[in-house]
């Protein structure tokens, strides 16, 4: 039997490499003939999987983590018609059956058949069906034909494997928040948050034709990661407000368009910088908001949290001026992003040199053993995409 080994959340703070099952084509006692088995060639540490490994959610002990997968099809199953063999393919984190209502209507962040706690699934993370997570070296994918997304040049795509990696969540998540929020020709846009997900959102937006992009944050790397691509900067940590430097850069203290890409975890600003507000974002993006405009929030917000502030937080009760948003007409879009609704565009976006998300986000390439300090650096706000490389395919290009 072939090994496999993959990075398991043990306890708050700390992840380390196990030995784990090789996959199999079977989904519980019945063999999964729709489904393929992947050698991965990159997985990417996400924003989402440290709000686990924090312990800000109630994952358990020993789950693997990783739902950002790149990968070459090295088994197929009898079902499977138009992938094969040798394919290198881009994984959707959500996964999705192609059959159910919400499939057939594109809101495949929401399938029906996959999780049976409730609508949605993803690989490695709590809550969404148990699915093993892709943070591996191997992996199964099922309904392969409907999920994933191959490559139409393998050499090519692999020349630019470090952007394509970000197919599987960070950039489509980005763009949905940006197109949800409406951004287009002309937009000033504020995103909070330069993460990973905020610097793909900031990246999307110049992508749509925004005339201003402005990112918040309160850590000094990641800010100056978002003007290294031409980014407005505001420090929320300053004691003038988001919409007073907004002002200073655009001459009003108000944007057309605002993207969540901070969620639960978020911060006060100014002198509560130092201490958590989970509803401070929210809150300040429909403060600087015209009248009018809407809310992308591909920002993460969970129903369970257990280091939440208080009794409230964590069970996602937040103090959210809802009235405010009613007064300006703003529209709200939350949830998973529907990958599939925009990785293919997305994807010849990146072949065709439209995009470099691989320089906006800073991809870093380390190897699945060195997961462990990639969390831990993470954690403390590095302005870097971490990129797993469990075969040394990507360091080769």
Known sequence: MASNRGVAYMK?????????????????SRKCEHGVILKIVSTNICGSDQHMVRGRTTAPQGIILGHE????VIEAGRDVEYLKVGDLVSVPFNIACGRCRNCKERATGVCLNVNPARPGAAYGYVDMGGWVGGQAEYVMVPYADFNLLKFPDKAQAMEKIRDLTCLSDILPTGYHGAVSAG???GSI????????????????????GAACVIVGDLIPERLAQAKSFGCEVVDVSKSATVAEQITQIVGAPEVDCAVDCVGFEARGHGKDAAHEAPATVLNSLMEITRAGGALGIPG??????????????????LSIRIGLGWAKSHVFTTGQCPVMKYNRQLMNAILFGKIKIAKAVNVTVIKLDEAPQGYKDFDKGAAKKFVFDPHGMVSKN
């Open 300 to 317: 993460l917000y969970v129903t369970g949290d257990p280091g939440g502030i208080d009794e409230n937080a964590k069970i996602g009760n």
């Open 69 to 72: 997968i790149t990968g070459e």
């Open 12 to 28: 708050p703070g700390e992840v380390e490499i196990q030995s784990i099952d090789y996959p199999k084509l079977a989904l519980g």
């Open 189 to 208: 846009v504020y995103i909070a948050g330069a993460g990973p997900v905020g610097l793909a959102s900031a990246a999307a937006c110049h992508l749509l």
């Open 183 to 185: 951004v287009g020709p």
